[in-house]
């Protein structure tokens, strides 16, 4: 039965936002974590755009479609608060990442951090990513019970340990996987507390991991002059003379490779699960690779391969990396006629409004030339595809992203061909970052 999301101020002409609680205590957290675009689509059927519900504890508002995208995005008015809407999953766990902050600290630290985004910085990475590339996919021929997960996650951490640290993981390479997997995952916990065993105290845990692991190496990085990212955000200064301490050091790495190799690691995985399901332009992507004819890509060829960025936004439509955006309102709000107070969660989720047909013609259908410049799908509205999100907090990686995802899948194509069986459909687990649910076993073959 629906129920109004608060009262409403005296004499106002706004509603009140519907919906309804769920089952007692946790409401719809388990639909959420289990099915996100069933439950939305629900939701949006039973009470359009604005609705509320409870997930994770929380009562939390789901403001869903592109226009409530391109709204809290934008945040006009400094509405919304980033650092209180994720403070409450992963604070804990990566804590004042750059995602973290808000309004004008978060305009100065992403200033200082562009810098290791610039063109210059993101030619040179790749320049050191081909090669490593090269020797990281070399050994996948041996593995016989070959899972893309596994694989793919190995190799981006380890692109990410290289180009972002200048540094090569050893014996704690497993370690420093398991932290990252446990900190991610603390996130949409449901018992929020310390029980050994469960998901948040595995993540308090693999906090404290990364934290030794990169504040180890801080001194040497003030004293060095390489040109990985640990060593610019050490160096990187203002106009004014100012750096980042050492714990805004230690902060932003955690997040940064977090976000370097998980997010890449979910589009690798979704286009692997495609390219198998879609042989034909697995061939055709293979095709235009060749024509390179050259192994480890060069800055000027990224442009070139167009398939491949079609499919690689496609992939990004169908699985988006992100899923959903807690926001946390600083002000009353008002959108499309209906009254959320300040103090309120809030939600937009990409995930859901990149299966919406609304906007998308069979949205299910992978289908990269809806990305070609004749269709555009993408263009019906300018927060129809925000895999990356959108305004101030745009992700400050997504070229580096690209060209990341670009570089990899190049020299998988030039060497690899691989396949599943007609009738396999991929299980995704959505319970946290949404990735294949059994690691996405393919028959891999050498060319």
Sequence with gaps: MSQPFCPLPAQSQLRAVPGDKGLPLIGHTLSFMRDPIALMRKRYDQYGPVSWTSVFGL???QMLGPDA?????????????????WDYFIGRFFHRGIMLLDFEEHRWHRKIMQQAFNRDVLKGYLERMGPHITSGIAPWKDIADFHVLNAVKQLTLDLATDVFMGYELGPEADDINRAFVDTVRAGTAIVRTRVPGLRWSKGLKGRKVLEAFFRKEIAAKRQSRDSDLFSVLCHAKTEDGEQFSDDDVVNHMIFLMMAAHDTSTITLSTLFYYLAKNPQWQE????????????????EDLPRLEGIGMAMKEALRLCAPVPSLPRKTVKDVEYEGFFIPRGSFIN???YFTHYMEEYWPEPEKFDPERFSDARREDKVHPYAWVPFGGGAHKCIGLH?????????????????????PQDYEMPVDTTSLPVPGDGLPVTLERI
């Design 69 to 85: 995208n391109q709204f809290v995005m934008l945040n006009r008015g400094d509405l919304f608060s980033n650092h209180q809407g």
């Design 400 to 420: 580096f992203a690209e060209m990341q995802v670009k570089a990899i899948l190049h020299q998988v194509l030039l060497n690899y061909r691989w396949s599943v």
């Design 348 to 350: 937009v989720v990409p």
């Design 59 to 61: 009562k939390m508002v």
């Design 284 to 299: 055709r992507l293979r095709e235009e690779s060749q024509a390179l004819s050259k192994t480890c890509l060069d800055y």
